[in-house]
């Protein structure tokens, strides 16, 4: 059971760079989220998606974009990219509801 | 909005003793307080949970109580193996419809010295 996969696991850019997170989760579930974490700040959710062609905006969405392309996939993209968006980036999922149930192995993004 | 506080940020203990992480949220609203276990390179995983209408819930070695009126709820670890050395976060929410309000604590790194 693969769960909730992530790609890619790291990633280092330049400042202004652009990049897509891919998330897909294979238990059909109806949400899935976007977060990221920080040293002592634990998780800030960035986007999130309800329901298969819905997404909102979650306490971070700044400097970031989502697309829920079909039930398995939500992506993550940074249009010019920031130093200040240097993290470890989460996908999660759940079968419903506002808290997530199942997470990914997280990217570790860079930006220099 | 919510706004959950976790402690200690840290905690050190023997193998075979208890650890306990203690959280304290602010809106009496809140009625799920989910935990994450989260061991290194790896994303959280929920290992328990408990609702508003629920005042302790046990699974194996862990338990979770809540106190409702004075808005805290802990996590208890009894006889503490070194695979239990990971990050620790709690969480509060209103379910079913507090999406984007869903707020983690800072994370407790708990460390099973053999």
């Known amino acids: 059971n693969a769960g909730v996969t992530q790609t890619p696991k790291f990633q280092v850019l330049k400042t202004g760079q652009s990049m897509t997170l891919q998330c897909a989760q294979d238990m059909n579930h109806n949400s899935m989220y976007w977060y990221r974490q920080d040293p002592g700040m634990g998780l800030r959710l960035i986007y999130y998606s309800a329901s298969e062609g819905t997404t909102d905006k979650g306490e971070v969405p700044n400097g970031y974009n989502v697309s829920r392309l079909n039930k398995r996939e939500f992506s993550l993209r940074l249009e010019s990219a920031a130093p200040s968006q240097t993290s470890v980036y989460f996908c999660?999922?759940?079968?419903?509801?506002?808290?997530?149930?199942?997470f990914g192995d997280g990217t570790r993004l860079s930006i220099l | 909005g919510e706004n959950v506080e976790q402690h200690p940020s840290t905690l050190s203990v023997q193998e075979g003793d208890s650890a306990v992480i203690k959280c304290t949220y602010s809106?009496?609203?809140?009625?799920?307080f989910p935990w994450y276990k989260q061991e290194l390179g790896k994303g959280p995983q929920l290992i328990i949970d408990?609702?508003?209408?629920?005042g302790e819930k046990k699974d194996q070695r862990i338990a979770v109580t809540l106190n409702k009126t004075a808005k805290h709820f802990s996590l208890h670890i009894t006889e503490t193996q070194p695979e239990d050395s990971a990050v620790y976060f709690c969480?509060?929410?209103?379910?079913?419809?507090?999406?984007?309000?869903?707020?983690f604590g800072a994370g407790t790194q708990v460390v099973v010295t053999p």
């Open positions: 408990i609702r508003s209408n629920v």
């Open positions: 809106d009496s609203a809140s009625n799920y």
């Open positions: 999660a999922s759940s079968d419903g509801g506002p808290q997530p149930q199942h």
């Open positions: 969480a509060a929410s209103i379910t079913p419809d507090s999406w984007g309000k869903f707020q």
